[in-house]
């Protein structure tokens, strides 16, 4: 699933607003959900939605869910198991921030999911 601006000059705010796109994330987000991404504060951890950089696409910046750290990196998969554009074809990535809320269509927390 990617996310929307590709060329991310809004990288440098501690609080950015994200469009999704596509259904790799399906059911927690959807195509055309708006979300708020935190760079900084507390440390990712295994469950986090996070937007990030695979080192095999750098051009790509997608949003998955954190599952282990690796080689500096993290290891990410989609929540929907029908779409596999996550590390198990791209490898590791680069964690860029942290989603912590939806805000449009339905807002809400987008809470970690134990894996």
Do not use: C, Q
């Given at each position: 699933?990617?996310?929307?601006p590709?060329?991310?000059?809004?990288?440098?705010?501690?609080?950015?607003?994200?469009?999704v796109?596509?259904?790799?994330?399906?059911?927690?987000?959807?195509?055309g959900d708006?979300?708020?991404?935190?760079?900084g504060?507390?440390?990712i951890r295994?469950g986090?939605?996070?937007i990030?950089?695979?080192?095999?696409r750098?051009?790509?910046?997608v949003?998955?869910?954190?599952?282990r750290?690796?080689?500096g990196?993290?290891w990410l998969?989609?929540d929907?198991?029908?779409?596999t554009d996550?590390s198990?074809?791209?490898g590791v990535a680069?964690?860029?921030?942290?989603v912590?809320a939806?805000?449009?269509p339905r807002?809400?927390?987008v809470p970690?999911?134990?894996?």
């Open positions: 699933m990617e996310v929307k590709v060329s991310a000059p809004w990288l440098r705010w501690p609080l950015s607003p994200v469009l796109t596509g259904p790799s994330m399906s059911p927690t987000l959807r195509h708006a979300v708020l991404v935190r760079r504060g507390r440390a295994p986090d939605v996070v990030a950089v695979f080192r095999s750098p051009e790509l910046l949003v998955k869910r954190a599952v750290p690796i080689d990196g993290w998969h989609g929907n198991d029908l779409v996550d198990r074809a791209y680069d964690v860029v921030g942290r912590v939806r805000y449009w807002p809400g927390r970690p999911r134990p894996l």
